[in-house]
């Protein structure tokens, strides 16, 4: 598949879009190996988050695409590197991570409204997250996006996904302003949400900046599986945070370089 000039103007003006039917079943299915492979040998990152109420917990399990070959298989090898790369605009396309979420079956636990790119030290805007489905995911229960967030100039505190309480800040960094993600729920008429109703095979790519959400799972049969991984272009460099880390690699880098290493690995390059 080849990004049309379309998508790419409807990815930098809303910050979010879906993409049908882009992976096929072999990545599927080696998607969904990888998933049960992690789930037999979950990292010490792992956490298996209960809410208040509802039978089922929320999974979710990050920066294992080296220990695990199914998802280093993806990595290098699915369309995945080539759709962001073309969708932003890089001549460059380098990994960063996965993170695998999991809603089983009537987990009521929802996402917080975040966005991703405070949670990492990477600086940039060629910067994005593709959100894979290996369930049905009905619209009500999709990820969220407020429309055009990646373009508000703003960085927002991280969020942690078990209490919804910011990360505390511990050091002070030179030049860096972060503010509270503001209750989009209570102001949710002042803004455009886009969701979609996604198949496994589809995909929803988004910048790294732009706020998302996603409900609970209310399907009682069906648990909610998703391989989310982060891209990076040329712009993308090594930064600073004043907390810490949920992943602290940088892959022997310091702040101000760029993003490439044996730990970032190159996945795509403009012919």
Not at 78 to 95: D, E, I, N, W, Y
Not at 244 to 253: A, V
């Amino acid at each position: 598949m080849n990004i049309t000039d379309d998508q790419k103007e409807t990815y930098r003006a809303d910050g979010a879009i879906c993409l049908r039917g882009v992976f096929n079943k072999h990545w599927i299915d080696v998607a969904t190996e990888g998933i049960e492979r992690l789930l037999a040998n979950p990292s010490d990152h792992a956490e298996a988050i209960k809410g208040k109420t509802g039978p089922g917990s929320y999974f979710n399990d990050f920066g294992n695409w080296q220990r695990i070959p199914e998802f280093e298989d993806f990595v290098r090898n699915s369309p995945a590197g080539k759709l962001v790369g073309q969708l932003v605009g890089t001549k460059r396309v380098t990994f960063y991570h996965e993170h695998v979420l999991i809603k089983e079956p009537g987990t009521l636990k929802e996402t917080p409204w975040h966005h991703d790119q405070s949670y990492y030290p990477i600086n940039g805007d060629l910067v994005a997250s593709i959100w894979m489905p290996l369930d049905p995911v009905p619209l009500e229960t999709s990820i969220q996006f407020v429309k055009g967030s990646h373009k508000w100039g703003k960085w927002f505190y991280p969020r942690k996904f078990e209490s919804f309480e910011s990360y505390t800040a511990n050091k002070e960094i030179s030049g860096q302003v972060f503010e509270k993600v503001p209750d989009i729920d209570s102001e949710i008429n002042k803004h455009e949400i886009l969701s979609w109703a996604v198949e496994p095979g589809d995909c929803v790519v988004f910048h790294m900046k732009a706020l998302h959400t996603a409900p609970g799972n209310i399907n009682m049969e069906r648990s909610r599986r998703v391989l989310s991984t982060r891209w990076l272009g040329d712009d993308a460099c090594i930064a600073e945070r004043p907390w810490d880390l949920p992943l602290p690699i940088i892959g022997g880098l310091s702040p101000g370089d760029p993003v490439v290493s044996d730990m970032f690995p190159t996945v795509w390059s403009q012919a």
